[in-house]
Nanobody, 123 residues
Framework: QVQLVQSGGGSVQAGGSLRLSCTASGRSLMGLDEMAWFRQAPGKEREFVAS????????NYSDSVKGRFTITRDNLQNTVYLQMNRLQSEDTAIYFC???????????????WGQGTQVTVSP
């Protein structure tokens, strides 16, 4: 059973930077797996932030974070990172990592979420 454990986050002033980490255990990330970051602000729905395909490292970003956030992955550490620069108060939210693993001849499709981590940006 895969588990995603997040770390990082915290409080920062506008214009500052933070880095989030998400480490998978119980299963090696591989092939067509996709890791993504979502966030949920108070009173709002969870929204997509960024994603990365594990093997070919294609990345996607929401328009609101493009050019400020960078998603990367470390194959050996089984970890995905979200580097957040030039943070704005609108970035304040709980951030979640997510694994999407497609069906293979050897395993069913799999979705897993991290526990969430708070990011607070003060004006």
């Amino acid at each position: 059973q895969v588990q995603l454990v997040q770390s990082g986050g915290g409080s920062v002033q506008a214009g500052g930077s933070l880095r989030l980490s998400c480490t998978a255990s119980g299963r090696s990330l591989m092939g067509l797996d996709e890791m993504a970051w979502f966030r949920q602000a108070p009173g709002k729905e969870r929204e997509f932030v960024a994603s990365i395909s594990w093997s070919i490292r294609i990345t996607n970003y929401s328009d609101s974070v493009k050019g400020r956030f960078t998603i990367t992955r470390d194959n050996l550490q089984n970890t995905v990172y979200l580097q957040m620069n030039r943070l704005q108060s609108e970035d304040t939210a709980i951030y979640f990592c997510k694994l999407n693993a497609p069906r293979t001849p050897f395993s069913p499709p799999l979705t897993a979420w991290g526990q969430g981590t708070q990011v607070t940006v003060s004006p």
